[in-house]
């Protein structure tokens, strides 16, 4: 069964930055769609990030700030989150999309003061 865990959250002030990490427990595929989500309180999950045979997309709402990358070698995707806002505040989730399954990990909190 695959598992996602997720890591880096925390508090951070408006203009600062995190990294999170989501490590799987086994081999990440080439062919695996790696994402992450996010969810703030009474809103709905949405995409933040997705990276799919190399190419990465953004949600336009932090194109220019957030990161995706993935180190295969490590079973691990990363999301570096700059010059965050108090916007950003939410639970952030990864996501793989392998075959015609979803797998997704707890989240982890990251919470943005102004």
């Known amino acids: 069964q695959v598992q996602l865990v997720e890591f880096g959250g925390g508090l951070v002030q408006d203009g600062g930055s995190l990294r999170l990490s989501c490590v799987v427990n086994?081999?990440?595929?080439?062919?695996?769609?790696m994402g992450w989500y996010r969810q703030a309180p009474g809103k709905e999950r949405e995409l933040v990030a997705r990276h799919q045979m190399g190419v990465a997309r953004y949600a336009d709402f932090v194109k220019g700030r957030f990161t995706i990358s993935r180190d295969q070698g490590k079973n691990t995707v990363y999301l570096q989150m700059n010059n965050l806002k108090t916007e950003d505040t939410a639970v952030y989730y990864c996501?793989?999309?392998?075959?015609?399954?979803?797998?997704w990990g707890q989240g982890t909190q990251a919470t943005v003061s102004s």
């Open positions: 086994g081999r990440i595929l080439s062919s695996d769609v």
């Open positions: 996501n793989m999309k392998r075959r015609n399954s979803d797998y």
